[in-house]
């Protein structure tokens, strides 16, 4: 840039703005992009919000219960026990290394779903028109707008066709603002500022180019501060609970254990020995991990949503997804191919049809299956020049590969134009657009005027039924001839006809204006027709798949499109949505009360010819049923319904930013069995959280209940009093062990093949369900039972109490590890689990026991961890002892199964 600009960037020609800027309409190249963010930095409003690594680790420290057995450990050391301190210091770092690197990961992985779901902006790169992210735009950058993008950054207007922003954030304005792209006089605020687009507004109306002139904390929402285009970072439901759920545990363990300790000290117990061994049992107890555990799964998940195609913007969702009842999905792009193929032309009174399929740029054309002149067919080659008149989208080539750049509907014309020898670019280059009336799904259609040697000429292009009744005239043979009653009964006939083969039958038209014309509504009246065209979007095959496995798992499909009904019925049937519910229209809804609507929503299975509006009428009656609505939509009226319903899907390829912000979930691939597979995960991170926390929570009843048990009933079951099972150091190292990688393990568990045969969770329904409870019980009760039973048995059989707490300690581990295999599934037996379906789970309970095995042979960890070299009959009793929670297990998943209440 040639430095500070002399008078505000809204005072300045386009002329003097790219001067200023050093750019030109034809935008900067990549290397001078690259030099420029160099230099200004990010377009970015400041540092995300991260958390600092050393203050994670610190955290790890705060915990009221680790400062207390530091302190202790201190006091011990004082007193002469330096060996014990060492050691119960060196687990309690471990424990705050394995606390750290579980929230560490999870503030990585809410930074990478932030990264991800970051928004993209159109701009003009080596004279290119290519996306890039919008933190990497820069000063000079010529950005392209289009109904419903967001403005990445405060830029001056070099073209507008229509434009009109919402800045209502920034202005307070709730009227759009109309944008022009000349020159704007004197000191004016921000929303006078008429030639200016501002950073974190949206284009809801037109079109235009502008080029950048200020970024990040430079622009307007830069002055103030406001943050944009951020994942909101909140808790889910679930992490809330939890959070209340882990003090209220933490409360109950810590008056528990200091109660047992307190006993402790009056069995003759050292008041210091008893406060560390408390400590430590309710460190133990407390589940301090669990709110890391929790978002790691989570984020987890949401990594295995983005490779298959979905990609969340708000954790809550995840939470959600398991719970849908009902999916209501767009047609086009989601269900089908999104590669329209203009199959038929109905020009003249004839029906041509059309070779060729996708956007491959070959095929002929045939008239009762005889090859036809298409070149010298007046009537054919004017009604296809002029639906691409009305059309911005081009076919390029990607790698051998034809794609369109634009609305694929627009793409089957553009692809039909090549097939019949017209060379678009140049039409377009010889008549000039002078304005337009912008495709919306209020309007159907699309108009463009042109200035063309004979006088000005608007052509329209849209739904067949709308722009027919904006017609008076049709061409015919070269002659504009009225439109009587006949004549519009014969077209609908046609029109219907088409529909019934599955084909979206569009119509093209035009009309003379007289040169004082106004670009309004009044241009789309007396037009002329000059003809029908049909395509059809194949079905993707993956679809029928996804739509039957919705079936399987309780869930209902409705398609709602702006299609004709007869071409919606027809795409529904072939994928198995329209079975026996009922198929309605727009108008249809239109004559409803909203009383009968509320009573049949449930029964209708497809929405055709329907409005934004209507979508959220669905959402809103579906709501009142009690259903979980997953909705879909692209264009920019589609926000609200997005927003109302329980997971608003956004389309990641032709859906605009707004949408995108106002949704919960983005589809990569705009692909129907990629809201399935998320629905997928949703019920496989839910089910991984709760054998997570199923499995912790029960070894931390365990654990209580064999010292309770000891502490308060040892005489009467032949322990001596004063005696207990486990020291300090013991209990601290079981929380390590157990606690610690094996817990992680099953968070990252493999799901079923069969969850999606398994009904909708209510989304009332908490975690902690019946059977959820009496699993954790029975098997906490179990865990202390073995343990304290072979503790039991080694002080009768003559081992010392040194011995005897070593064949516990080793019980109670090994326990908790087929514990975590019986925890995989509370319905299924762990022998139909698999053997190689969660390698982690080997790995941690692996790495565990080679641990366990150093610290009962090594001389060295003998003495601080109480341990003893065992002999074989040891293990085999304490291994035989442990794996008895496995009979006990499977006999509860037996009961579980057969039982009537679930």
Request: glycine share 8%; hydrophobic share 45%.
């Amino acid at each position: 840039m040639k430095g500070q600009i002399a008078k505000p960037w809204h005072n300045l020609t386009i002329r003097e703005t790219f001067g200023y800027l050093a750019s030109s309409s034809d935008g900067l190249t990549s290397g001078e992009a690259q030099h420029r963010l160099e230099e200004y930095g990010f377009n970015e409003l400041g540092d995300e919000d991260r958390i600092s690594p050393w203050l994670l680790l610190l955290e790890q420290f705060k915990n009221i219960l680790i400062i207390i057995l530091l302190i202790a450990v201190v006091l011990s050391a004082f007193l002469g026990e330096l060996t014990d301190a060492i050691v119960i210091f060196i687990i309690i770092l471990f424990a705050a290394g394995l606390g750290f690197i579980q929230e560490y990961r999870a503030e990585r992985a809410i930074q990478a779903l932030k990264r991800m779901a970051a928004p993209l902006a159109s701009v003009l790169r080596d004279e290119v028109e290519t996306e890039v992210p919008s933190r990497e735009i820069v000063p000079g950058d010529v950005i392209i707008l289009r109904t419903g993008d967001r403005v990445p950054a405060d830029a001056r207007i070099v073209e507008s066709f229509n434009l009109r922003t919402d800045e209502a954030a920034l202005t307070g304005e709730s009227m759009p603002a109309e944008k022009i792209n000349g020159m704007v006089e004197g000191d004016v605020g921000a929303g006078d500022r008429l030639n200016i687009l501002f950073a974190g507004t949206a284009a809801v109306y037109g079109r235009g180019r502008a080029v950048v002139v200020s970024t990040g904390q430079h622009t307007e929402f830069g002055k103030i501060a406001t943050m944009l285009n951020e994942v909101k970072e909140e808790k889910t439901p679930l992490q809330v609970n939890l959070d209340r759920m882990g003090k209220w545990i933490a409360i109950t363990a810590l008056t528990f254990c200091f109660i047992l300790a307190a006993i402790g000290v009056l069995r003759g117990h050292a008041p210091l020995e008893m406060l560390i061994w408390g400590v430590s049992l309710a460190v133990a107890a407390v589940p301090e991990a669990l709110p890391a555990v929790v978002t790691i799964s989570l984020a987890l998940g949401v990594n295995r949503m983005v490779k298959r195609h979905a990609l969340i913007r708000k954790l809550p969702a995840v939470e959600t997804l398991g719970c849908t009842t009902i999916i209501c999905s767009d047609k086009t792009g989601t269900m089908t191919q999104d590669q329209m193929t203009l199959k038929k032309i109905y020009v003249s009174g004839k029906m041509i049809d059309i070779t060729g399929s996708g956007y491959e740029p070959r095929g002929d054309f045939y008239r009762d299956e005889k090859v036809l002149d298409h070149v010298n067919d007046a009537d054919l080659q004017k009604m296809i020049k002029a639906a691409n008149l009305c059309s911005d989208t081009r076919l390029v080539n990607v790698e051998g590969q034809w794609k369109i750049k634009g609305d694929p509907t627009e793409g089957a014309f553009v692809v039909a134009a090549i097939k019949a020898g017209i060379d678009i670019d140049q039409v377009c280059s010889l008549f000039p657009r002078i304005g337009e009336i912008p495709f919306s799904s209020e309007t159907k259609k699309m108009t463009a005027v042109y200035k063309e040697p004979d006088g000005t000429i608007a052509y329209s292009n849209g739904a067949a039924e709308v722009i027919l009744n904006s017609c008076e005239y049709i061409y015919m043979s070269g002659r504009e001839v009225k439109l009587d009653k006949h004549e519009r009964e014969q077209l609908h006939r046609t029109i219907h006809s088409m529909a019934g083969d599955a084909l979206r039958v569009l119509a093209t038209a035009y009309k003379r204006l007289p040169d004082d014309f106004t670009v309004d509504e009044s241009v789309n009246t007396n037009m002329v027709l000059l003809g029908l065209g049909g395509m059809i979007d194949p079905p993707r095959p993956e679809v029928k798949d996804s739509i039957q496995t919705c079936v399987d798992a309780g869930i209902k499909t409705v398609m709602i499109t702006g299609d004709h009904k007869v071409t919606a019925v027809a795409i529904a049937r072939e994928l198995g949505i329209l079975k026996e519910g009922l198929a309605l229209t727009g108008s249809d809804l239109n004559d409803m009360s909203q009383a009968e609507f509320d009573a049949r929503v449930e029964d209708i299975e497809v929405y055709a010819r329907v409005s934004p509006e209507h979508k959220l009428r669905v959402v809103e009656a579906l709501a009142k049923k009690g259903h979980v609505v997953a909705m879909t939509g692209d264009g920019i009226n589609d926000a609200p319904a997005l927003k109302k319903a329980d997971i608003g899907v956004a389309m990641g390829i032709k859906g605009t930013d707004v949408t995108k912000e106002s949704a919960d979930m983005i589809l990569t691939d705009d692909n129907f069995a990629s809201i399935v597979a998320a629905v997928e995960e949703g019920r496989a991170i839910f089910n991984n959280i709760k054998k997570y926390l199923v499995y912790l929570l029960s070894c931390n009843i365990g654990e209580i209940l064999l010292m309770a048990v000891a502490i308060l009933f040892g005489p009467f079951i032949g322990i001596s009093a004063g005696v207990i099972p486990l020291i300090a150091i013991q209990i601290l190292f079981v929380n390590l062990a157990t606690d610690g990688l094996p817990a992680l393990a099953l968070a990252v568990d493999p799901h079923s093949q069969d969850i999606m045969k398994d009904k909708p969770r209510p989304r009332s329904q908490n975690i902690f369900t019946g059977p959820v409870i009496n699993y954790m019980i029975v098997a906490g009760i179990w865990t202390c039972i073995a343990p304290l039973g072979m503790f039991i048995w080694a002080l009768t059989s003559g081992k010392t109490l040194v011995e005897a707490q070593c064949v516990c300690f080793v019980t109670l581990i090994i326990i908790q590890f087929f514990n975590a295999y019986c925890c995989r599934s509370l319905e299924r037996s762990v022998f139909n689990l698999g053997v190689k379906s969660n390698r982690w789970l080997h790995v941690a309970v692996a790495s565990q026991v080679v641990l366990l095995c150093l610290i009962v042979y090594l001389p060295a960890l003998q003495g601080p961890f109480n341990t003893f070299p065992l002999d074989w009959k040891d293990w085999f009793f304490s291994i035989a002892s442990a794996a008895s929670i496995i009979i006990v297990a499977e006999i509860y998943k037996a009961v579980y199964r057969n039982s009537p209440v679930k």
